[in-house]
């Protein structure tokens, strides 16, 4: 019989595997990978408490409600269905957004007055489309690696790419994604279709495959600038907060005087 | 001036610097302690660690710091020093024109003082335009469409006031228009960072130059798109640069890039000081070289020649600065500063 220790544990880790889930729309990286769920716990009554802080005051509202609207639909999902509070910090728009998420409202609602679309869907779609750029270049370019030709890759269909190999590293971490964003853009392809077609559904030369690339690495150009700077920011600002009295300072712990903590694990 | 490891000069001029003052005495209000917080962290997350600036000194430098990290220590010959006004976050502003032209004062021959306006301000932008003509002699201004002004969140390049403002600039002969292209807020419902707006004002001003800082990133493709249409469109590589320390691969996908789609003739160096200083960034751009299997996937090669252009000759060109004539003046500039 499960302890409720182990209850506990189990449930922790579902929660945290449920954030995992959601990605910073713009960075198509996992909020909990970015560092942006800055606490999650559940108390003694099981309802559960979210903190969450970007890596600046000044990121933009909309990311940061389709985030936190992503988390909100995550923590429906858990499986003991949990009362829950989720909290923006140190954000421009906070107050606005907290009371917003709080009270169920939509995006439109919250931002009735800055907004001038009354919701996000084209944005949504926006960053459906990099997203399964960034994943499908990452596989392209993994599968390339991994010696197949340009013509095997080309001509896989869904059970070839199920298992076909990839070294370890970010093609190898893409490859179940790429799979997910696959199946979510064209939910009536059969088995046999090629798994490599472009946004549009077109099938991809081979010959046309190095301008193909070429195009998507554009698209993680930009995304990767945004994830590294976010990264970079993001890291600044949690050392910023560790700066209590008698605490080492902001300085020491960029001049590595402190050793580093770990991060939290997921 | 910058000294090449084979004895070469190489004239630089710095296109994106600033003479600010964030420190918590001149902050108006929270929005001011966060804007100059995020610089510090860029400046902190993205400079090599002996470069690291205390936090004090990063939100208020004084005239001397900006001179020898520019000029003595750096290999800048020439600084643009743009005005961000900011005064809803600023008792007296981030870094107004009336500062920067008190240094420029102090140091002459070094400084390109460019001026800012807001077109929300309506007819007062345009009047104020004339005063800086008049005044300060701009040769270009620095447009910050992520600035607040009362409810307003941000602007567009495109607005009918912004539209006035330009063809004044046009009129008064100030040609080169520096856009910081960041995340304005409105609309909410928009990609915070569209640059399209670039597109429409450059193809309707084609005697101005607009020089979008940052590259547009991160939508550098779009701006690549339009940089290519557009033989008015330059890209300034400030915050594009630093990642040559934390991430030299990326730095040269993004490099590549560039030279493939705007070519070497339209990129401008710029250290974005102070949030990063001039040398380091120098030194390893001229010691880099772009990864064999980036640059042979767009063909494109940095070569001697094409740094060069990009450290100065462009920003040169684009401001009609007479590299001999300067030279000449330059030598009779400090190289040292005086003790107070």
Redesign the interface.
Known sequence: MATAASVSGNREKELWRCLGEVNDP?LDEPITEMGFVERAVMTGDGSVEIDFRL?????????AFLMLDGVRKALDQLSWSPAYRVKLH?H?FAEEVNRGMAAGKT?GDI?AE???????G??RD?FRMKAFKRRQEAVLRGLRQHGLTDREILGMDLPAYDVARLEAGEAAKQKPRYRAALIERFPGRRADDPVFVTWEGQRIPTAAL?AH??EL???R??????G??CR??K???YK?LDVVDGEPT??DF???RVPARAAPTV | MFRTPEGKDIFVVDGHTHFWDGSPENQKNIHGKQFIDCFYAYHTGMSPKDQLWEKSKFEKYSADDLYRDLFIDGPDDMAIVQSTYLKDFYKNGFNTIERNAEVAKRYPERFIVNGAFDPRDGEKALEYIHFLKETYDIKGVKMYTAEWNGASKGWKLTDPDAYKCFELCDKLGIRNIHVHKGPTILPLSKDAFDVHDVDHAATDFQGLNWIIEHCGLPRLDDFCWIATQETNVYGGLAVALPFIHARPRYFGEVIAELLFWIGPEKILFGSDYAIWTPRWLVEKFWAYQIPDDIAAERGVQLTDEIKEKILGLNAARLYNIDIAAKKTALASSPFSIAAE
């Open positions: 713009e890596p600046t005051y000044w990121c933009s509202p909309n990311f140190d421009m995006f931002f800055l907004a001038e679309d009354q919701d996000l084209a944005l926006t190095g690339l070429a690495r554009g698209v150009v930009n995304m990767e600038f945004n590294a700077l970079g920011l890291q600044t600002r910023e902001l300085v960029i001049m590595d």
